[in-house]
């Protein structure tokens, strides 16, 4: 139970943290809590570097600053570390150990390696590139709330809602979310959060904060001009549509009201399947075989075809220029296109669903 909390406050700390983050700017966690910064990391030789006081206090550790020596001496559990700005060599208990990067000061902030003081205490460093997440673990006994092994993977869905008010004080916009997350512990778990964190944000994370900016605008327009608001809300419902020893399948729908001064609705549906071996994001073409991805091309536009209205001159082009997501479920491999790349009604998309069999051949 304690590891399946753990899990869970880490998971949900990866997908809020993914409506603010900052694009270029790594998300850090330390057990589970995201690392506040009040300075931005920075990157020198392929490694992250934060303020050395932040990283250290984080991991439990006692931090002294020598301005004399330009020297940071970090101490746990009688574990001491000395770093020193520009010196490639940090002092573990008087022990040498060479950096592959050394600290630096910038804009007045001594910045020191994440990784190196991490694993100088013997925590666990992850690195998530394509999420730009950095994931330490401290505690990697048996018994411990993290297992460095993976567990079987559960999941359940993670609820969270923010209203977001004008000057005034009425609540002009609303972000409601109901995300399912891997509360299992383990390397894979936080592969697959990770990843599920990255693809909302590439989403949410701009969505969001346009629908707050336009909703802010809209309240004021509506307050000088005294006509009654509409608040904007954006939604994001999630449900797993299939989970086996082999692939683990979420489909994602974020539903955008209000979301333009002029208003109006916006859907998009985010299908996401994972191998629960790997972790792994899993592609079309891991799934399917290129004949049975033509083949659902075929049939969409065959579908499409018996009744053009609402859609695009252009639909058939356009379906053959772009592979469609999918997701899995007990009846198959679901095709599908999101409404408004195929025809005007974003709110509807357009879906084919093709049984296991064929979907391999």
């Not at 910038?106 to 950095?134: H, L, N």
């Not at 549906?269 to 075929?298: C, M, Q, R």
């Not at 001159?313 to 198959?332: M, T, V």
Request: hydrophobic share 40%.
């Amino acid at each position: 139970m304690k590891k399946k909390l753990f899990a869970l406050i880490l998971t949900a700390g990866i997908i809020a943290g993914a409506v603010c983050a900052e694009a270029g700017e790594p998300d850090i966690y330390v057990d589970g809590a995201k690392l506040s910064l009040d300075t931005a990391p920075i990157h020198k030789n392929d490694r992250i570097l934060v303020p050395f006081r932040a990283i250290a206090e984080s991991l439990g550790a006692n931090v002294e600053w020598d301005g004399s020596l330009k020297s940071v001496t970090c101490t746990k559990d009688g574990t001491v570390l000395v770093l020193t700005v520009n010196s490639d060599i940090m002092l573990k208990n008087s022990n040498a150990v060479r950096l592959d990067t050394t600290p630096v000061i910038s804009d007045g902030r001594v910045m020191i390696p994440v990784r190196a003081v991490s694993e100088g205490f013997g925590a666990k460093v992850s690195w998530y590139a394509k999420e730009g997440i950095i994931n330490i673990r401290t505690d990697l006994s048996p018994d411990a709330d993290v297992l460095s092994e993976q567990d079987a993977v559960t999941v359940e869905i993670h609820r969270e809602r923010k209203d977001f008010k004008d000057s005034r004080g009425s609540v002009v916009f609303t972000y409601d979310s109901a995300i399912p997350l891997v509360t299992s512990s383990g390397d894979i778990s936080d592969k697959i959060n990770a990843n599920i964190s990255s693809n909302l944000s590439h989403y949410l994370d701009t969505e969001a904060e346009r629908m707050r900016q336009d909703a802010l605008l809209a309240s004021d327009i509506a307050y000088a001009g005294r006509t009654s608001l509409i608040p904007r809300s954006l939604t994001a419902e999630g449900e797993v549509t299939y989970q086996n020893d082999d692939f683990l399948s979420i489909v994602i729908t974020c539903t955008a009201e209000g979301c333009s001064l002029e208003d109006g609705s916006l859907r998009k549906v985010l299908p996401l399947v994972y191998n629960i071996k790997t972790g792994e994001y899993a592609e079309l073409y891991d799934v399917v075989s290129e004949k049975a991805a033509t083949k659902a091309k075929g049939a969409i536009t065959a579908q499409i075809k018996k009744d053009e209205h609402g859609f695009y001159d252009n639909y058939a082009e356009l379906i053959q220029s772009k592979d469609p997501k999918f997701f899995i479920s007990d009846k198959g491999i679901t095709f599908l296109y999101d409404g408004g790349f195929l025809n005007k009604d974003s709110l509807t998309d357009v879906r084919y669903t093709m049984p296991f069999e064929e979907a391999k051949k």
